[in-house]
């Protein structure tokens, strides 16, 4: 018995399908139109079996005029009436919420915009660039993930906090600049303005992604350390160091045509990076061109898939409007057939 109720209880409370996408906002309105048939029963015993007529003229149209169309006036009445009845029930369609099982981790991409990131080792772009393209396009490939954007050189700075307005991250991405804050690479430092950021997310899953080209020379936070009590909030940090091997052009200064390089040995801590990313359940990566980075940007990407179930909504249409009009036609049709059998003055 029980179990009768609360189907009852679910049916009275949700939305009713009707014929297809369409539906009923308001179920229970259509108990109404249960009063019908029971309405018209009533009528029949108690209505005197008489016909009337307002003008005597009618009669010579024939005994059965009248009686035919007694019999549909009433019929138009009742019609509009279920009309209106519809209508009052919110009858509307694609109002459907569905539960999709899609990624969902928060995520902080931390960019180092130091000086030595316009080398340019990596033609026909410098290393900025062309981590900014592979950032937006790994950015691009998330769908339900919460991003934010950290920039880091001497310090630290959040420009983007863990949000899923995609179209922000990546205006932001797109905006980092070397120059921007004072230079130098406090790895130390972004590590641990990322943690804050990550550490009272509520995402199922908390991940760093830490670009650089450099070894750690700012900053009061050991790299060491701040990964440690990274990994107690369960962040997990993939680094990426950014370069090629050997020699490559980097900026000393300015001259009267703008930024003067030259070759100098690439130096990029990678066990440090390794050691911060093993400590926190991560991985290090070496990028040493741009293919290279892509690559492994679509490794991270497949080490980071969470499911959570995701809720997507449709907006609905109002359908009201047809047994509305439906219910104006049968009560003009009402109006019409009195007037013409002469009932109506």
Known sequence: ?????????????????????????????????????GWIWWRR?????????????????????????ARVAPWLRWAAIAGVVVALAQPR???RTENVTRDGIDIALVVDISSSMLAE???????????KDKAKAFVTGRQTDRIGVIAFSGEALTQVPLTADYPVVLAAIENLQPGQ?????????????????????????????????????????????AAQASAQFGIRIYSIGIGSEGMAPMPVGRGLFGLRYENRPVRIDEALLTEISESSGGRYFRARDAAALQGIFEQIDLLE????????????TERFQW?????????IGEVWVLAWRGTVP
């Open 181 to 225: 804050l004072l230079d130098g690479t406090a790895i130390g430092t972004a590590i641990a303005t990322a943690a804050n950021r990550l550490r009272d997310s509520d995402g199922r899953s908390r991940v760093m992604l830490l670009l650089t080209d450099g070894e750690n020379n700012r900053g009061a936070i050991d790299p060491r350390t």
């Open 305 to 316: 898939r969470s499911p959570v179930e995701a809720r997507s909504y449709v907006r609905f």
């Open 121 to 131: 080792d990596f033609q026909p772009q410098n290393r900025m660039e062309v981590a």
């Open 1 to 37: 018995m029980s179990g009768a109720w609360d189907w009852l209880s679910r049916w009275w409370q949700a939305p009713l399908p009707l014929i297809g996408n369409i539906e009923f906002a308001r179920p229970w309105v259509l108990l109404l139109l249960l009063a019908i048939p």
């Open 45 to 69: 015993r108690h209505q005197p079996p008489a016909l009337v007529f307002s003008r005597a003229s009618l009669l010579a149209r024939g005994p059965h005029i009248g009686s035919k169309w």
């Open 323 to 331: 047994p509305l009009a439906f219910a104006v036609l049968a009560l």
């Open 93 to 95: 369609s694609g109002a």
